[in-house]
């Protein structure tokens, strides 16, 4: 009887164990969808500084453009003279 009483508790501890375990599996199983999901919370922001940034860059040149025509007209020309050089050698 000592026997039964001694498997039964071990068989009572193994329960309790597997229970243990898969309640652990189940919340890195979840934590992981999580994590996987969702973009990194800093790069996200990264890339919306950037656009901000490049948009305002944008903003600054076409004013620039528009207040002086003629120079930026001429600079362009310059800077695409200089590129079909180096990209024709």
Do not use: C, W, Y
Request: glycine letters at 8%.
């Amino acid at each position: 009887m000592a026997e039964k009483n001694t498997a039964t508790a071990e068989i009572a501890e193994l329960q309790a164990e597997v229970e243990r375990l898969t309640k652990a599996l189940e919340e890195a199983k979840a934590a992981i969808a999580e994590d996987v999901g969702a973009p990194p919370h800093g790069a996200r922001e990264t890339a919306e500084e950037i656009g901000e940034r490049v948009q305002e860059g944008l903003s600054d040149l076409q004013k620039q453009i528009g207040e002086n025509p003629v120079p930026s007209a001429l600079i362009a020309f310059g800077i695409g003279f200089l590129l079909g050089r180096v990209f024709t050698r």
